[in-house]
């Protein structure tokens, strides 16, 4: 079975540019999770999606920071503009029936922003 | 709100030693999971476990055990005769009630490195 997919695995740009990071979930799962985890704050829930819909995104940085689930197999999070210390491993990852079911996650990016 | 802490921050063993991980949480709420995730150093999160406020009991998986206690609100990990596989980071993970409104928070993580 595949498993959470993400894209691309890095991504390398310079400040001010725009940078989107694609999350395609396991087929059926219905929430779906964007997380950034660094060496200072650890593991941050970002945003999450039900059913398509943004349930939470309390965690989101600031305006530059955007998410959106266009239908059940694909998310995207976009940063505008990218910044320095947006750098970091962004996880997207997908469940059923939280939190009776555990999260799966995808590999990650990682995203350095010169 | 809910909390996880994890107060070791790196443990380094032998292998073939046995090693705890501590995870103690916070919440206000009766009903809650506790999971437990394996990020080893190619950087994927696994999943280990996931146990529900309404179940003590340990579980026990090969080499890994776990042991949780609503008294002292800790949810132990122990690896038993560690191997070098075994290094990488564990986190330690709360989520409360249930429904649409569920977030994972969690603990900052555990680097374990297990030497030959």
């Known amino acids: 079975d595949a498993g959470v997919i993400q894209s691309p695995r890095h991504e390398v740009t310079e400040m001010g540019q725009e940078v989107t990071l694609r999350c395609k979930p396991i087929?059926?799962?219905?929430?779906l999770f964007w997380y950034r985890q660094t060496m200072m704050r650890g593991l941050e829930l970002l945003i999450y999606f039900n059913n398509n819909v943004p349930i939470d995104d309390s965690g989101m940085p600031e305006d530059r920071f955007s998410a959106k689930m266009p239908n059940a197999s694909f998310s995207t999070l976009k940063i505008q503009p990218s910044e320095p210390r947006d750098s970091a491993v962004y996880f997207c990852a997908s469940s059923t029936q939280v939190p009776l079911q555990p999260q799966h996650f995808g590999d990650g990016t990682r995203l350095s922003i010169l | 709100a809910q909390k996880v802490t994890q107060a070791q921050t790196e443990i380094s063993v032998v292998e073939k030693e046995d090693v705890t991980l501590d995870c103690v949480y916070e919440?206000?709420?009766?009903?809650?999971?506790l999971f437990w995730y394996k990020q080893p150093p190619s950087g994927e999160l696994v999943f280990l476990i996931r146990r529900n406020s309404f179940d003590e009991q340990n579980e026990i998986s090969g080499r890994y055990s776990w042991n949780f206690q609503k008294s002292t609100s800790s949810f132990n990990f122990t690896i038993t005769a560690s191997q070098v596989v075994d290094s990488a980071v564990y986190f330690c993970a709360l989520s409360e009630g249930g429904g649409a409104n569920s977030k994972l928070t969690f603990g900052k993580g555990i680097t374990l490195s297990v030497r030959p």
């Open positions: 919440t206000r709420d009766t009903t809650y999971y």
């Open positions: 087929s059926g799962h219905d929430y």
